[in-house]
DNA sequence: ATGAAAGCGCTAACAG
DNA sequence: CTGTTAGCGCTTTCAT
């Protein structure tokens, strides 16, 4: 039978205090005295002693706990993200709670109605699928932070850079590289989700712009956002009588599962095919060749959703929502041009 | 001003019953009238009621989460095994915390003394650094299950597969591809890194069965496990008045990165120069060549490590340490063979 | 099968 | 600056 974990009164009694003197030293609370604070901090020392956190959460209406809801773990920009979620949280003393959603509606709608199976202080969401509308009277005070895509109609707090903008860029990148036949990888059925749409919207302007019309062939749907959708994918745009000079994938994982079906069939990138994604995850610096792709400022869109749940807890819980729009750099590499 | 989270009582005086029966309707305590139940339930969904859960963990001393310790969560490898925890916990209705140690003894001393800022039922470790005797009288009577590496001594539960036999199995498998000149990526300079001394161990066990010597000039130490170090090990090999004709990496982001600079500077793989890796994540599938890896059953790791919490935590918390072996496969791609 | 009462370990509000 | 009291919302005995 292993010692029982001490408690506050334990602490207290040792140091021939009271149980609140002590919970003050534990605090911070300023008006201690150094004697008194030394001589708790010795019997907290002494006992080993570590704050019951539900009892604190129970007593103090503060779990300490933060969610990220994030669609998938295992797809890197996600874990990266989350890397530096739990990072900007450290600077407050929360933990962050990482819960996938799949990014399907009824996940999302889980984690802004607060029904995960826990208590926490507040949500960062990374939404897929979800509407505005979806999230009108959402039964759950929560503070709720969303990222990923700037959303139409404001109805929480938002951080995120600007898809349109950021597929207009890399579009006109490709034409500027001289390709005509520009082709996009990862269209979606459901027209709920933001990323496909807004990034389609960026292209098809480009391609307007440039006075060119967006070819049907060229726009190839996906299921998912993984590698092996974009090697399908890739595949098929091959098979096309004219093929196109240049591929705009809407993540780096569809664009590496493109390039890895290019490389495997002997179709030579940037030289016969051009190659672009979104989101700039560690692997796209290392293919073969390496992937001209957007990088979000993912650090500040970490810090920025953590620091505005922050404003939102000390009180401010009134003011409208919101909007932060964050940066972005076309990060030119030899998957286009061969500088 | 939001309508007030309802409580157990709420319910209760809505359902007409005690505030016990409603915790048993929750808590599916088998004795309950059909009757009872329905009425509580109908209450329950009407108040939109959800358990605060610090209450439910103070009063029952079970928190409901589990800790998952990592080295790092932006390495591939660890978001994959951290989504299959998940899966494995989810059966147990536990929620995860992901905790980052960046592989450091004092990170992991934290860790294995339950000095998290949170209250966990069980806490699986993948281990880096620590060693057998820094385990012996922890400070935390938490169940603990070890995952990484079979450690020598064991006096905590463990799951990991055979490093050592996987390296000779890696070494062999380039050795009957007809190299001689097999150098290694990712030695440690601290020995108390047992993923990389291990893996040494059957790569110099499998050089030594075949009657070759190790050379010190093809065994290149790395300071970190990431896809950049790979690349300058691997520019480091090249510069050898005799390169050598195949390298086993001691993870795939080494072996990755070392990949992109075979293939920046033009030495092809596996006709120049094989390469192997450890570990099979996803990308290792897409590279060009697709590399040849270690795959371990992640899957079981993660479903063994949560069970054997489950076991612990249902009172078995005295038998000796339980050791569980998991599988690996050699996958071979085209980095080593061109099949 | 259901209810009443106690108490988990902490913080908050107030008193001194 | 420190102590006292009450109570957070639930589960757990123990009765009935």
Redesign the pocket.
Known sequence: MPP??P???DVAALAG?????V??V??D?P???E??RLKVEAALRELNYR??IP??S???GRTGFIALAVPSLDNPYFSELAVHVMAAAAAYRWTVLIEQTGGSPDAETLVVDGAMPYLVDGIVLHLRSLTPADLRNRSDSTPLVLIGEKTPHHIADYVAGDSVQAAYDLTTHLLRTGRTRVAVIGIERDTRFATSTLRFEGYRRALADAGIDVRDDYVVPVERFQRENGAIAMGSLLALPEPPDAVLCFNDLLALGALSHLNTVGVAVPRDVALAGFDDIDESAYSSPPLTTIAWDTKAIAERAVALLAERLSGDSDSPPREISVDYTVVQRQSTTLS
């Open positions: 029982a974990r408690r506050l009164s205090v009271s149980q609140k003197t919970s003050n534990i605090n609370y008006h201690v005295t004697r008194t704050v019951n009892a604190r129970l007593a103090s």
